[in-house]
Every structure is written in structure tokens, then in C-alpha cells.
């Protein structure tokens, strides 16, 4: 296996991102991307993740985290199994969703051919998390999540768009959907 992504350090912040399988464009209803929304905020109050940065892409996502309390990957792989569950169900229950029996077909064929989700796999199985060493390293992620929804032709400017913690950064009379532990002086 593979140790070049990996939580290293506990202590240390990290730019993560995870997408799901085969790049489905997932995230482009408000009710899915709430359920995402939901289980980071359980994970910050129960679990102890701390979210610097954030962004909501259509069919992946970005991160900066630290934790302080439970793992990293302990956080990451609970949250990525409620939520595997938790979207699947919402995607059988959606009567609007026309891409439902193409997606959950997809992704049980993914599943069967891994052991470990029984049938049904929804997120990619890697977070690639990358420990942040520096302030100008940090400076860097934290804009590449920003500016992603911008360089992908979805809005104007990383204030606009609402999945994010852009608001947070860029603009002082709207709040960002979750409570950040937000950079200061950056």
C-alpha cells in the first residue's frame, strides 16, 4: 500500500480532497451537498475536526483540516461512510434525481470490485491529504479551494459561491455556511 498520502502528523494542518467515483457531478443539488454540510458540523462538534478551508466542488472536494481530538483518518473514513450511506439513500429517495439508477448502478459496479464496501462505493477511496508546512504553502491551498468554483467557470469571484468558506475570507457582510477556524494575518 501506498504511504505517499497519508495523515502524518496529528498535530499539523492538511489540505485534503476527496472526489467521488468516477468524477460523477454529484453536488449539484443543495440537498445532497447538505448532507455534507450536516456531517461536518457532527464531525467538528463530536469528533473534534477543526475545517480552516472549504469548498463544494460538483464532484469533489477541498479541504484544510486539523483535529483536535480523534484521528484524522478515523474522522475522514467515519465521515466518508455516513455519508456514503446517507447520499445513496437520498439519491433511491429523490423522485426529481433522473440520473438515479445510472449512478447507483455505476456505483455498485465500483463497490463489487472492492471488498470493503460491500457492494456500493460512492466516494474514490483516497483523501490525499497533504500536510501544510509552511505559511506561503498554506496561503497557496487556501486559494486554490477559493478560486476553484472560479477557474471552473461556475462563478465570477470565490465569494459567490455559496458551498465554500470564501465568504468567511473575502466578504464581511455575508457568513459562510459552517462555523471555520479561520487564518488570520494570512
Excluded at 48 to 67: D, K, N, P, R
Excluded at 70 to 91: C, G, P, W
Aim: glycine share 6%; proline share 3%.
Amino acid at each position: 500500500m501506498s504511504t505517499k498520502y497519508k495523515f502524518r502528523n496529528q498535530e499539523a494542518l492538511h489540505f485534503v480532497s476527496f472526489a467521488v467515483v468516477g468524477w460523477i457531478d454529484l453536488f449539484i443539488r443543495d440537498e445532497y451537498r447538505q448532507i455534507l454540510l450536516d456531517s461536518w458540523n457532527y464531525c467538528m462538534t463530536k469528533k473534534g475536526l477543526e475545517i480552516y478551508a472549504w469548498v463544494i466542488m460538483t464532484s469533489h472536494v477541498h479541504m484544510i483540516v486539523g483535529t483536535h481530538g480523534d484521528n484524522l483518518e478515523d474522522i475522514f473514513r467515519d465521515m466518508k461512510r455516513h455519508t456514503s450511506k446517507q447520499l445513496r439513500e437520498a439519491i433511491v429517495g429523490n423522485p426529481k434525481e433522473s440520473r438515479r439508477e445510472w449512478m447507483i448502478s455505476y456505483m455498485r459496479a465500483i463497490g463489487r470490485k472492492n471488498k470493503h464496501n460491500a457492494g456500493f462505493q460512492l466516494w474514490r477511496q483516497d483523501n490525499h491529504p497533504i500536510q501544510l508546512t509552511s505559511p506561503e504553502m498554506t496561503r497557496q491551498k487556501l486559494e486554490y479551494i477559493h478560486y476553484n468554483p472560479v477557474e471552473a467557470g461556475l462563478v465570477d469571484y470565490p465569494e459567490e459561491w455559496k458551498y465554500s468558506s470564501a465568504r468567511d475570507y473575502y466578504d464581511e457582510t455575508r457568513k459562510g455556511l459552517l462555523e471555520i477556524f479561520k487564518f488570520e494575518g494570512l
